[in-house]
């Protein structure tokens, strides 16, 4: 619908004020403290997780067995990014009960409001994560919105459904822009020129950066 910013980095905010806040939060540190997380069921096992692995020196895994709400929680009040690739499910009739499905259950913006601390960068690779409810009032509740209002400096997630074999490397690349010093925005804009497969390219194209940017 917007054309005109297919070449620009842009961030997604709730209003000027959200974004100001966003902006005075603290910043990804030079030498990041990153968790991975790798969900069940996903078609691309536990690859996304592993590539991006590779990128940090800084890196806790959880995988399989250990890809558990109790300790996701604890790696968002631990890490400067934290990196989920999983199934996620929105509901818009209930956006408080969209969750992130792992090992044991399923992680609900609910659960999240109990944490006390957030990463700077969150990144959920999780389809519809960044959907939302829209409410007369004019405010939106999902589970990257959530988020954001509750203290992340970006989150990166898509708006609509996406494939876990072609998402696999556009994450990859989006955290090789990142390791390179890109804003989470820039880093997006980045993948999307840099692809010429049109299937990943709408793939990359389904995500956004919420927040500063």
Known sequence: LLAALGGRDVAVTSSALAWVEAQRRSPIPPSPRVVLVSGPRLESRNREVDQIARLYPRVTSLVGAEATRGNVMAGFEQADIIHIAAHGVFREESPMFSRIELVDGGLTVHDLERLRELPSLVVLSACDAAASRLYPSGGALGT????????????????????????????TRLHEWLVAGTSPAEALRRVVAGTTDEQTRRTAGQFVAMGAG
């Open 144 to 171: 990257a919105s959530a988020l954001t209002a509750l203290g992340a400096r970006t989150v990166v997630a898509p708006v609509q459904p996406v494939l876990d074999s072609v998402t696999c490397e556009v994450m």
